[in-house]
């Protein structure tokens, strides 16, 4: 099965990041971790949003 998003970050420290997903991230809500906003996609990939600077995500038809 084909997942549904292509979600693109680039990260405040340059790096950048491809990631194939069902979940549609923009609806998570962050873990109450101090200090970070913490999401999890898929049960294994951990994300802190303060270290995004910029978010695309493509969702497939």
Do not use: W
């Not at 491809?18 to 979940?23: S, V």
């Not at 991230?25 to 600077?53: S, Y």
């Amino acid at each position: 099965m084909d997942k549904k998003y292509l979600v693109s970050l680039t990260m405040v420290d340059g790096q950048f990041l491809e990631i194939l997903t069902d979940t549609d991230i923009m609806q998570l809500e962050p873990l109450p971790i101090p200090g970070t906003e913490m999401i999890v996609i898929d049960d294994n990939i951990m994300i802190n949003m303060l270290k995004v600077e910029e978010i695309h995500i493509l969702e497939k038809i």
